[in-house]
């Protein structure tokens, strides 16, 4: 008995934002050097009235396409953009879907570590016979986070939403996951008005930082150089303890495939790790970082080039929390 | 680590187009930008289990300067 992805897809909003689009609000700014350096030439932003769940709603569908519904039994639905404080939006997503009755649904709140935390958990879930068929969803919109005038982060972040369906297999094709967790790296990404700690607050003071970027307390505030720190310090290692754990080597996987976060720190941490260029997938350049998003993106992108009927991938998620997750995966070409 | 591979390290890091030195001004570099900062903070704290951060690279010129920021005695001779 085993557990194996069998199907993913994504889908980005209609609204394209591109690097000169951002020039022409930010003129004094050199997107050029942020183009190569970080990877990132377009990302794609929501409508004002578009929300997480409607890009979700999308993705199901276009599954649905290759998929049966009615054979899915849970939904694990990875959000930070939910429509409501409550309820939880995988049960409004098994309304608008049809979904069967008799399906478990939950959102949890992950970012930039949450797909990986997902394939783990739909795994267990499969092999402790709870379900035979996971419907793994990612959905955010940190564009509705952010400040109009926080230039980086508009230039780093994307919206978007993916599905996979994890399904139980006579082999097990999904290997052993690594969990790392440090909450005192809490207020490295946060967005602290509008929850119960604090709540919104209309008349919130700008604040500037690095080099002239805004944003307030209501607004999703990232500090770039801890969170690049913390990266560049814990998930080297990380990804050899994954490696470790699954008795493989650096030459065994076909693909390392690690959260987008940007270019420039991707390719420090592949150097770090000594693995070739080919073996590990950097792409950002059509959506930017996704938060949840990337990884499935990612290997959707690399399944669809890829000449392997059979891959040997890792994958590491790595962000806000601060929370990290990876594990490695087998996948035939889907 | 001597004197030499760190600064081959920075170098490969970095992706600095031009050769550095001892007495090389990083920040007259070209590709000196937030980003270059971000990973040879990274590469310094990851070699010798410090926490350097932007504010550490204020006040210095020169990656000899820089050496001796980190500590010559850190280094191999």
New interface residues.
């Given amino acids: 008995m085993g557990a194996k992805i069998v199907a993913i897809e994504y889908v980005f909003p209609d609204r394209k934002v591109t690097n000169a689009d951002l020039a022409i609000e930010f003129p004094k700014y050199d997107f050029s ?1 942020f183009e190569s ?2 990877g990132i030439n377009t990302r794609y932003v929501v409508e004002e009235n578009e929300t997480a769940f409607d890009l979700a709603v999308k993705v199901c569908e276009k599954l649905f396409e290759k998929v049966n519904r009615t054979e899915i039994d849970y939904i694990l639905y990875c959000t930070q953009s939910p429509d409501y404080f409550l309820p939880t939006t995988a049960c409004i997503l098994q309304n608008k879907l049809k979904l069967r009755r008799d399906v478990a649904a939950f959102d949890y709140n992950l970012g930039c570590s949450g797909y990986p935390y997902g394939i783990s958990l739909a795994k267990g879930i499969i092999n402790s016979k709870q379900a035979k068929n996971v419907l793994l969803v990612t959905a955010e919109t940190y564009s509705k986070y952010l400040h109009p005038q926080d230039r980086s982060n508009r230039a780093i972040f994307g919206d978007a939403a993916t599905a996979t369906l994890i399904t139980y297999d006579d082999r097990e094709f999904i290997g052993e996951f690594s969990f790392g967790t440090d909450g005192s790296g809490h207020d490295k990404l946060i967005i602290r008005n509008g929850a119960s700690r604090s709540p919104f607050d209309k008349s919130a003071k700008v604040i500037e930082y ?2 002239g970027n805004q944003y307030t307390d209501n607004h999703l505030f990232m500090d ?2 801890e969170v ?2 913390f990266t ?2 814990v998930i ?1 290692s990380f990804t050899q303890e994954i490696l470790t754990k699954n008795n493989l080597q650096i030459e065994d996987i076909n693909q390392f495939v690690l959260h987008q976060a940007n270019a ?2 991707l390719n ?1 941490i592949r ?2 790790l000594k693995i070739a260029k080919d073996s590990f997938f950097i792409d950002l350049w059509d959506g930017g970082n996704t938060v949840s998003c990337t990884i499935p993106i990612a290997l959707k992108k690399y399944i669809t080039n890829s000449n392997n009927h059979d891959s040997k991938i890792a994958i590491v998620g790595f962000g806000v929390g601060l929370s990290w997750c990876g594990g490695v995966l087998e996948i035939n070409k889907i | 680590m001597n004197k030499e591979t760190f600064l081959s390290e920075i170098q ?2 970095c992706e600095f187009n031009q050769p550095i030195s001892e007495a090389t001004k990083f920040k007259e570099l070209d590709e000196w ?3 270059t ?3 040879l ?3 310094i ?2 070699n010798f289990d410090l ?1 350097f ?2 504010k550490d690279l204020v006040e210095i010129e020169t990656f000899g300067e820089l050496i001796q920021k980190i500590g010559t005695d850190r280094f191999e001779i």
């Fill in positions: 050097q350096k970080v690095g080099t770039g150089p690049f720190n560049s310090s080297p420039f720190m420090f150097k770090r | 490969e890091a930008d937030s980003m900062v971000m990973i903070t990274g590469l704290n990851e926490s951060s932007a």
